[in-house]
Every structure is written in structure tokens, then in C-alpha cells.
């Protein structure tokens, strides 16, 4: 059987709104070979098919070595990359996915996140008490960039963080993940960032004193004392990784849901008249328009899906946008409705590899909306044209303009 060939994604209007693409491919057919992801990849878009193969152990997370290796021009460019990029838990399979994940989920369990809740409120605080509500001010920059670095850094434990290398790090390690054709410069730079990262966490898994004291890291250097950990390599991993998925998520779900809400001011007023609606609303803001678009799969041993035979090496693409969007399970997907039954999207993913960090994203977006609702009831955009990343897998805004007067 011949497979369905996807048409061309990746152009302006694509990422300006990708969904109506999404839906073109869904009704379709249930999966699409295409060559604009990373020299050949399968599509899948419907909910159903990209929830059971998140849940299928056939299909693995371990695919971080072609995809580093067709980035680099010289045998070993990367070779600290890959080193760690593959490590993280993102890209680990059972067993060792489950061992690591047990080491870090402690510090994101509700009891945990409470306790931060008072902190992660007067950093919100401090960042909006700085804005001048008077003159139009840019929400990405004054917001959903700095709060995510500083609440992480709280969660991790290592408040001396440099902020703005950070969101270095974490713009150059997304760029590289998000690319469909990774190029060797956006490896190169995703490398450097990567060690940066690591170097900052290094001095700690040598040292003792108050940067490490009372946070996930450690936690993290109790674990290695024990023999947790494989390695250095292996913890480092984890810390960096949490420190770039802490902050990018999150960015992008305070800079996405803001416009979503914004661009449908009744939405908007519903949680203005009752607040107590917040938490639901983030999760339709989750589904509506998801921070992460895609996550990817190798296939570890031949199978049919859908009529097709998928080899052992194939890469498999999940689009949770179009998934999220699904008129088989979300009545009328492309509406915006804060007052929606959740019957769960796949924002976060699902199965093992459902998205540690979740339930910490959605409660600094509850946070900021409540704050946002608060002092400025009348928030409205300053700019019709909100201007995307060309960046496939971490939808996001580079700037979004609002007033508040």
C-alpha cells in the first residue's frame, strides 16, 4: 500500500496557525509519510492513534543519535552532546526511565508544589509590579520569559542561576530539538549551551553550601552518594534538561493562552466574574494551543499500522496539536470554551513519558492569570499581529503586546 504522502508544512501560515493543516492531514487519512522532518518521518494526527502509541513500548523515546549524528560534519563533533542529550529522561526507555523518573518526581507531587505556591505568588508579584500599566508592555519579555527561569530555579534548588543564560540555553536547545532538518550550527550551539548548563550544575555535584541546599538538586547529589545515578553524565543530564523543559513549556503556555484569551474577550470576562474557573480554563488553554506540538517515537520492531509497515528505525512523529484538536474526542476542537468538561488533551503527553513537570506549569499559569484578573480586569492586546517562532515542535510567541489602562 502506498503511503499518503503529507503535503508541505513548514511555511509562514503554518506556523502562524498550523491548525487548519492539522486538520486538512486528520481528515485525510490516519497517517502521512513526510520528508520535511528530519529526511523522512510518519504523521500521525488523530487522538486515539497518538495516544496508544504513546502508551506502546514498541515504540521508543531513544532517538537522539541519528538525529545528532546527521548534524555534524566531522566523526565526533557532538560527541558531548550526545553524551548527554540522550541521558535526559525524555529520551529514556524502561527500565532506566523508570528508575531516573523516580528520582525526580518527589519534588514535583502536589503537597511539594503547595509549599511553593507562597513564593512562586510573590515572584509573579515582583515581576508585574515592575510593569508601568500606563504604557503598553510586552508580555513575553515582562512575564512568561523571567518567571518560568525563577520558579525552576526555586524548584531546583539553585536560586544563583543566571537568568539570561538561561534563556540562552534553553532558546538554542529548543531551536535544535524544534528544527525539522536540524542544521550542524544549530547542533553546535545547542551543544554549547547544553555543557553551559552542565558546567553550572557541575560545581554543585562537587560542593556543598546554600546554592544546593533545600531543592531538587539536592536531592539529586543524595542520590548519586547512594549510586542512583550511572554516572555524573547521567545526573547532570536531568538537571539540565529540567532547567531548559521548566522554562519552555511554561513560557509558551503564559504567552499562547494570554493571546487565546485576549482574542476572545468573553472568554476572558468569565474568568474575570468568577475566578474559581481558572484551573480548567488552563487546561483548555493546554488544548487549545499546545506549548509542545509534536513528540517523536522510533519504531523498535517491524509492525502494520493503518495499513502500512512501519520498519524497525522509523521515526514516528505525534502531532499532540492536531491531536488536542480532534473532533472525535473534543466537541467542537477549534472553539475556545474556558467552561469546557476536560475530558484530558495530550498537551503533556501521556503513558510513562507524560510531562513531570505538568502539574508545576499549570499552577504558575493559574497563578498569573489570577494575578493578571486581579489588577488589571481590563488586560486587551496592544498589537493585532502577534509575530510566531518558526519553530514546529514549541509553539511559542516572541513578543505580545498588551495594555492594561
Known sequence: MTPTLAPRLL???????????????REAGPLHWSEEFFGGAWL??????????????????????????????????????????????????????????????????????????PRIEALADALLDAIDPREPFDAIARIARPLPVQVISL?????????????????????????????????????SSLLGMTRHFAAQLHADGPQCAGGLVAQLLQA?????????????????????AGHETTRNLLGNGLLALLSHPQQWELLRDAPERIPGAVRELLRFDSPVQYTGRRVTTALQLHGQTLQRGDLVLL????????????????????????????????????????????????????????????????DAAPCWFDNPAYRGLRSLLLRAD
Open 11 to 25: 511555511d509562514a501560515a503554518f506556523f502562524a496557525d498550523p491548525y487548519p493543516a492539522y486538520r486538512t492531514l
Open 319 to 382: 502531532l499532540l496539536g492536531a491531536a488536542n484538536r480532534d473532533p472525535a474526542r473534543h466537541a467542537h476542537p477549534d472553539r475556545l470554551d474556558v467552561l469546557r468538561a476536560d475530558p484530558g488533551s495530550l498537551a503533556f503527553g501521556s503513558g510513562i513519558h507524560a510531562c513531570l513537570g505538568a502539574a508545576l506549569t499549570r499552577l504558575e499559569a493559574e497563578i498569573v492569570l489570577r494575578r493578571l484578573l486581579q489588577r488589571w480586569p481590563r488586560l486587551r492586546l496592544a
Open 224 to 244: 548519586r552518594g547512594r549510586g542512583a545515578f550511572r554516572d555524573d553524565a547521567e545526573c547532570l543530564a536531568q538537571c539540565a534538561m529540567l532547567l531548559f
Open 44 to 117: 500521525l494526527t488523530r487522538h486515539a492513534d497518538v495516544e496508544a502509541v504513546l502508551r506502546d513500548p514498541r515504540f521508543s523515546a531513544r532517538r537522539t543519535s541519528g538525529w545528532v549524528n546527521a548534524a555534524q560534519s566531522q566523526r565526533g563533533e557532538l560527541a558531548g552532546f550526545q553524551q548527554l542529550f540522550a541521558r535526559a529522561l525524555l529520551f529514556l526507555d524502561a527500565p532506566d526511565h523508570t528508575r531516573v523518573r523516580a528520582l525526580l518526581q518527589a519534588a514535583f507531587r502536589p503537597d511539594a508544589l503547595q509549599r511553593l505556591r
Open 155 to 191: 524548584v531546583l534548588g539553585i536560586d544563583t542561576a543566571p537568568r539570561d543564560d538561561v534563556m540562552r540555553w534553553s532558546d538554542d536547545l529548543a531551536a535544535f530539538i524544534g528544527a525539522p532538518q536540524p542544521t550542524r550550527a544549530l547542533a553546535l550551539r545547542a551543544q
